[in-house]
Nanobody, 119 residues
Framework: QVQLVESGGGLVQPGGSLRLSCAAS????????MGWYRQAPGKEREWVAD???????NSADSVKGRFTISRDNAKNTVYLQMNSLKPEDTAVYYC?????????????WGQGTQVTVSS
């Protein structure tokens, strides 16, 4: 079993920055892909960014150039640096860890951390 605990959310003004952290514990492997998703009120959960064990990254077009994902394999921690925040970035942000076993992809989720961008 894998446990994911997010931290770093909060209230920030438009144009501000926040850094989210996600600490993984349990049967986590550095080979897992780690990522962030978010869910705004009344909307479906959407993918934000992810990073492989080799530190290859991908991010959604809506956050490209503003958000940066990184990871520290020694600490089993993944980060999301969010700059130039906009009101539309307001959502609950969820940490995700996933891996493939055969043809099946397995996901683990954190409990989420609220990010509110408002003046």
């Amino acid at each position: 079993q894998v446990q994911l605990v997010e931290s770093g959310g909060g209230l920030v003004q438009p144009g501000g920055s926040l850094r989210l952290s996600c600490a993984a514990s349990g049967s986590i492997s550095s080979s897992y892909v780690m990522g962030w998703y978010r869910q705004a009120p009344g909307k479906e959960r959407e993918w934000v960014a992810d990073i492989t064990s080799g530190r290859s990254t991908n991010s959604a077009d809506s956050v490209k150039g503003r958000f940066t994902i990184s990871r520290d394999n020694a600490k089993n921690t993944v980060y999301l640096q969010m700059n130039s925040l906009k009101p539309e970035d307001t959502a609950v942000y969820y940490c995700n860890a996933n891996y493939w076993s055969g043809n099946t992809r397995y996901h683990y989720w954190g409990q989420g951390t609220q990010v509110t961008v408002s003046s």
